[in-house]
Nanobody, 120 residues
């Protein structure tokens, strides 16, 4: 009953920027954590960044401070601003949410993913 829909992926240029967005909808009580995970080609899914309801962020090391996560609790949305893109940033980016969702059940949900490519 909870849906996460990503947008904003596509083709970026080295050194360029992309902004990913994710909107949560459905039977939502309170979202605790929103985040972004990535599946790079031939690799397992990994954390990119997450942010709690109280706006405490957590970042993976590999993006070296080039990305910024933010959220809008009133809109149930989370964003990933990707600056200084590198080819190794490419992959499918997935939105994640957990908390008291789907009628006060503690659960987590995943979006369908949005592909990011980086090439000149």
């Amino acid at each position: 009953q909870v849906q996460l829909v990503e947008s904003g992926g596509g083709a970026g240029q080295p050194g360029g920027s992309l902004r990913l967005s994710c909107a949560a909808s459905g039977t939502i009580g309170a979202i605790e954590t929103l985040g972004w995970y990535r599946r790079a080609p031939g690799k397992q899914r990994e954390l990119v960044a997450s942010i709690t309801r109280s706006l405490i962020p957590n970042y993976a090391d590999w993006m070296k401070g080039r990305f910024t996560i933010s959220r809008d609790n009133s809109k149930n949305m989370v964003y990933l601003q990707m600056n200084g893109l590198k080819p190794e940033d490419a992959g499918v980016y997935y939105c994640y949410a957990d908390g008291w969702l789907d009628g006060d059940n503690w659960s987590n949900y995943w979006g369908q993913g949005t592909q990011v490519t980086v090439s000149s």
